[in-house]
C-alpha cells in the first residue's frame, strides 16, 4: 500500500514538473519571437536608413516616404522616397532585401528551436531537483495527516496533562516514540507561557512596588497636615511640596505603565511618513539647551540630508529618554554631544553621547527590562521604564540599539534604522 501512495506522489510530482516546464518553454518562445520580431524591423529600417544616406547624402524628416506595388504584385514592391515639391528622388526595390532579412530571421529562429530542444532534458531535471524537497515536505505531511493513535494513546497524553502541577518547572514525558513530535511541542509551549508567566508576575510586583513609595510619602505628609499642617506653615509648605512632587513622580510612571500596556496589547499605532533626521535632532538639541541648563551641549549633523519614513513623534520621545538619561547620570558642567549619521552597512543612526557614570558590562544586556535599574543608578530618581519604552519604538521602526559603554567614562547609545 505503502508503494502504491509513493507511485501516486511520484506520478502528480511528475504531472506539476511537466506543468511547469512547458509555461516555461511556452514564455521562452514568447520572448524569442518578439526578439526575431524586433530583429526583423531593425534590419528593414537599417537597410532603409543606409540606402536613404548613401544615395541622397542626407535623411530628412520632412521627405515623404511610402511603399507602392505594381499591379499590387508583393514581388514589384518599392519603396519610394519624395522631397518636399512632390518629385520622386529615391526608388527603391524592396522584395530582393525582404527575402534576404526573412531568410536571417528564419536561421535565427531555427537556432533558437534547436537550443529549446537540447536544453529540454537539462531544464526537466533542474526543475525536478527543485520540486524534491517540496515533494518530500508533502510526503511527510500527509503521514503525519494519517497517521491515528490508539485510545491508549490519547488516555496517556491525557493522564500526562492532569498530572502537571500548577507553577512547577516540570515538563511532561509520554514516554513513547511515538510520542516524541507532540512532547516536544508541547514542552516548547509550556516554557514559553511559563516565562510570560513570570515576566507578568515580576512586572506587577515591580509597578506594586514603584506605585507603593509615593503613595506613602503622600499618605505621610497628609497625616502631617491633619496633625500640625493648619496652624505650622512650615509643615503646610513642606507637605504641599512633596505632594505635589510625588504626585508628578506618580503620573509620569502611570503614563509610562500605560504607554506599555498600550503598545503590548497593540493599541498603539504608528503614523508613518518623510522625517529629516537632522531637522529632528536638531530640534531636540535646541530644546535640551533650553530645558537643561547644567550641562553643555554639542550637536554634530550628518554631512548628508538623511530621509527616512517613520513615526516623527515617536522617534523624538525614543531620543528625549536617551537624551534625559545621558543628563541624569552625567556631571553638571560635562558635555553631551547628539548627532547623526549614516553607519558603514549603509543604515541610518541617531546617537547620544555622554561623560557620566556609564554601565557595566552585565549591565548592558538589561537596561532595556522594565524596572531594571543598575546599582551604581539606583541613587538616582528614575522609574525604570523609559528604556522599555524607548526600545519598544525602536523596534516598530525595525531598527535596533548600539551601545558602547565605560564605567566611569560614559555611554554612546545609537539608534540605528
Not at 502528480?12 to 512547458?22: D, E, G, P, Q, V
Not at 521562452?28 to 534590419?43: E, R, T
Not at 521604564?385 to 526600545?391: E, F, N, Q, R
Request: charged share 25%; net charge negative; hydrophobic share 40%.
Amino acid at each position: 500500500m505503502k508503494v502504491k501512495r509513493n507511485d501516486t506522489e511520484t506520478k502528480r510530482m511528475t504531472s506539476i514538473a511537466r506543468k511547469l516546464h512547458w509555461s516555461w518553454i511556452g514564455r521562452k518562445i514568447s520572448l524569442y519571437a518578439g526578439f526575431d520580431f524586433l530583429l526583423f524591423i531593425m534590419l528593414l529600417a537599417g537597410w532603409i536608413c543606409d540606402q536613404e544616406f548613401t544615395k541622397i547624402g542626407r535623411i530628412d524628416t520632412a521627405y515623404e516616404r511610402s511603399l507602392f506595388a505594381e499591379a499590387d504584385r508583393f514581388g514589384n514592391l518599392v519603396y519610394l522616397v519624395k522631397d518636399t515639391k512632390g518629385q520622386t528622388i529615391l526608388e527603391l526595390p524592396v522584395y530582393p532585401v525582404l527575402k534576404i532579412i526573412v531568410l536571417v530571421v528564419l536561421a535565427c529562429m531555427a537556432l533558437q528551436l534547436l537550443s529549446v530542444i537540447f536544453s529540454y532534458l537539462g531544464e526537466d531535471k533542474s526543475i525536478r531537483r527543485i520540486l524534491m524537497p517540496i515533494n518530500e515536505i508533502a510526503l511527510k505531511a500527509d503521514e503525519l495527516s494519517k497517521l491515528t493513535f490508539s485510545e491508549d494513546k490519547y488516555q496517556q497524553i491525557e493522564d500526562a496533562i492532569s498530572s502537571l502541577q500548577p507553577g512547577e518547572a516540570e515538563l511532561l514525558s509520554f514516554g513513547d516514540a511515538e510520542l516524541q513530535g507532540i512532547e516536544a511541542a508541547m514542552n516548547n509551549l509550556l516554557i514559553r507561557m511559563r516565562d510570560s508567566q513570570r515576566q507578568q508576575a515580576r512586572f506587577v510586583n515591580d509597578a506594586s512596588h514603584e506605585l507603593r513609595t509615593p503613595i506613602a510619602v503622600i499618605q505621610g505628609y497628609a497625616n502631617m497636615l491633619e496633625r500640625w499642617g493648619r496652624e505650622d506653615k512650615k509643615v503646610l509648605d513642606e507637605s504641599i511640596t512633596a505632594i505635589l512632587h510625588e504626585s508628578d513622580h506618580m503620573k509620569h510612571l502611570v503614563e509610562q505603565l500605560l504607554f506599555l500596556a498600550r503598545g503590548d496589547a497593540g493599541k498603539t499605532q504608528l503614523s508613518l511618513a518623510p522625517v529629516s533626521l537632522n531637522e529632528l535632532m536638531r530640534e531636540i538639541y535646541e530644546e535640551s539647551l533650553m530645558i537643561d541648563e547644567k550641562h553643555p551641549y554639542r550637536f554634530r549633523p550628518s554631512g548628508e540630508e538623511i530621509t527616512i519614513t517613520a513615526d516623527e513623534g515617536m522617534l523624538k520621545q525614543a531620543v528625549r529618554i536617551l537624551a534625559d538619561n545621558a543628563a541624569k547620570y552625567t556631571k553638571d558642567g560635562d558635555e553631551i554631544v547628539l548627532g547623526t549619521g549614516r553607519a558603514g552597512n549603509g543604515r541610518v543612526y541617531l546617537q547620544v553621547q555622554d561623560s557620566g557614570i556609564g554601565m557595566e558590562e552585565a549591565d548592558v544586556a538589561h537596561m532595556f527590562e522594565r524596572f531594571y535599574r543598575a546599582d551604581d543608578a539606583r541613587t538616582y530618581q528614575g522609574t525604570g521604564l523609559g528604556l522599555s519604552i524607548a526600545k519598544w519604538i525602536v523596534d516598530k521602526h525595525r531598527g535596533h540599539f548600539e551601545i558602547l559603554s565605560r564605567t566611569g567614562l560614559g555611554t554612546r547609545i545609537r539608534i540605528v534604522l
